[in-house]
């Protein structure tokens, strides 16, 4: 792989716009935040919304606005988040889909998640999976523990390939009970990885601390990044965020040192089997 996907994911359902003012929590907001950070190397941003109270949302109506203003104000491939916060219910989640985006994420397992559980059904799985086949909507597989690698190669096996035929997973990595963000979990799950099918790819998510060693990690093993306030709002030590795109500039950065530039756009719908908007 000679380029480098790179993923934004500016809004999280976790992070309060108190503590972390730059935080895009308004429609405005997170538009201009993809447009400053397609500007800068990313090809991909994946959503969460927010209300006017600034809390997680999966609001239908707000989700069909949210895709639309990204696509009429960037170039960039829009990905839904189906997990929302832990306590929105299946059926909520499920509806993601009637907004029609690009791509919409499938974690594929339950795991702790600080003091909560993230559930996720072996049922729901399999919803999920197949609902997105039907409609042409490209899944980003996520793995928060190795255990779940497994998981989606019987998932692909008992129900075939995803829509666009390409299978893309993301890494999410250090998160209070799930794998650790270290090199040695890393490559543990790229050795994995290698039980998919043929061509898969993969992207990694350092939260908090893990940012940095995971970034470095994933672009030494051959992957792909995703960074963003949602998975950290400190830059440095006692340095907090300025925006978005200050995050994937610096992912561009390292990708170029790398000698894998930042993928376009175009080029980044043709690996993962997405048709142009």
Known sequence: ????????????????????????????????AGRDCEAVGASVIHVHLR??????????????????????????????????AVTDPEADRLRVLDAQPDMASCTMGTVNFGDDVFLNRWGF?????????????????????????????RLLDKHGLPAGGHVHVDLVM??????????????ACEAALRDLPEGTTFSATGIGRSSLPVLLASLAAGGHLRVGMEDTVTYAKG??????????ARASGFARLAQRPPMSTGDARAMLGIGSV
């Not at 792989?1 to 500016?10: E, G, K, N, R």
């Open 51 to 84: 209300d006017d109270a600034a809390e997680p949302t999966l609001d239908l109506g707000r989700l069909r606005e949210a895709v639309a203003a990204l696509r009429a104000e960037t170039g960039l491939i829009v990905q839904l988040s189906t997990g929302g």
């Open 239 to 248: 340095q907090p965020v300025e925006s978005n795109a200050q995050l994937v």
């Open 125 to 153: 799985i399999v919803d999920l999976h197949t609902r997105m086949q039907d409609r042409g909507i490209v899944p980003e597989y996520e793995i928060f523990d190795l255990g779940q690698i497994a998981a989606l190669r």
């Open 1 to 32: 792989m000679t380029t480098t996907l790179i993923t934004v994911a500016p809004t999280g359902a976790e992070s309060r716009k108190s503590d972390a003012p730059a935080l895009p929590v308004t429609l405005d907001e997170l538009v201009a």
């Open 174 to 187: 250090g998160v209070p009970g799930g794998m650790p963000g270290t090199v040695a979990a890393l490559a």
